[in-house]
């Protein structure tokens, strides 16, 4: 039981969160150098084990509708289309891959995970619960208003949802895209 342990321990430990690593690393030194825990060790490394497989278990079962997302994205004609938004103080880049409709998302210029076609997010896998909740809570309520936010968007970079281009007619930062992306995403626009 006790390898079994510690084999389960180690498999955790890109999985934890930095104060849990440590208390990890440091039971299975102890562990390592005298072959054997304490009852509280040992109750702890089965706690730990448990955390990891109760995020393991949240983070597999974030499933969304994203078709109106997908529907304006591939409504482009462009070869990788991409939405960016800003959500909860983070920017977001929303990128649709036409060959599988998945959709990548990078939060404040890094991978944070990605849609698949049917809907379930699938986080970047370092990733702790509290980042993947905040990141599919922040597609969730996008995905009420894509436009929207992409208004919002425009608004406070002053550059195009779209294609990240500065907007420099009135019409456009109302809009919070350019009349070429608006004609590429077949939008409203002026």
């Known amino acids: 039981m006790t390898d079994q342990i510690v084999e389960s321990l180690n498999n955790c430990q890109g999985k934890l969160h930095p104060a849990a690593h440590k208390i990890a690393l440091s039971l299975l030194t102890w562990h390592s150098k005298r072959g054997v825990w304490t009852p509280k060790q040992r109750e702890l490394a089965i706690k730990l084990i448990a ?5 393991e278990k949240k983070k ?31 920017t977001y880049k929303l990128k649709l891959d036409k060959k599988d409709s998945s959709i990548e998302v990078i ?17 970047r896998k370092k990733a702790d619960l509290a980042e993947v909740n905040r990141v599919f809570d922040d597609i969730m ?3 009420i208003d894509p436009i929207g936010y ?11 949802s779209f294609c990240a ?13 350019g009349e070429i992306c608006a004609n590429r995403y077949r939008l409203a626009w002026g």
């Open 51 to 55: 955390e990891v497989a109760d995020t």
């Open 107 to 123: 939060r404040d210029g890094d991978w944070a995970g990605q849609f698949t076609a049917d809907g379930c997010y699938v986080p």
């Open 150 to 160: 992409a208004r919002t968007y425009g608004a406070l970079t002053g550059h195009c």
């Open 60 to 90: 597999t079962s974030m499933v969304a509708d994203i078709t109106p997302l997908i529907s304006i994205l591939a409504s482009s004609n462009m070869v990788a289309p991409s939405l960016r938004i800003i959500k909860g103080g983070a």
């Open 165 to 177: 281009k500065p907007l420099t007619d009135p019409r456009s930062q109302t809009a919070g895209y």
């Open 141 to 143: 309520a996008v995905l």
